[in-house]
Nanobody, 119 residues
């Protein structure tokens, strides 16, 4: 039994910073790529950033230079450091991961954490 739990969301003014965490709990055999997605009000879910097990990262153009994704493979935790936040960053942020379960990799999602950026 494995769960992904996000934390760290909240209300912040434009220009401020937040650090999101995604912790995988349960019996962990292995985690391949992990990523952060977000869904803004009235919009579709989009990829914000992802990171491979080896540490290779990628970012959406809208967050390059402002956000940093990282992971702790020992503790099975992923982070998203968000700086210079803008009102358009307001969204529910979701953790996604490929988890090795029952002899194969399976995709799992967290429940999301709300980030609200005021102008």
């Amino acid at each position: 039994q494995v769960q992904l739990v996000e934390s760290g969301g909240g209300l912040v003014q434009a220009g401020g910073s937040l650090r999101l965490s995604c912790a995988a709990s349960g019996i962990i055999v292995g985690i391949r790529t992990m990523g952060w997605y977000r869904r803004a009000p009235g919009k579709q879910r989009e990829l914000v950033a992802d990171i491979t097990s080896g540490g290779t990262t990628s970012y959406a153009d809208s967050v390059k230079g402002r956000f940093t994704i990282s992971r702790d493979n020992t503790n099975h935790t992923m982070y998203l450091q968000m700086n210079s936040l803008k009102p358009e960053d307001t969204a529910v942020y979701y953790c996604n991961a490929d988890l090795y379960l029952s002899g194969r990799y399976q995709e799992r999602w967290g429940q999301g954490t709300l980030v609200t950026v005021s102008s």
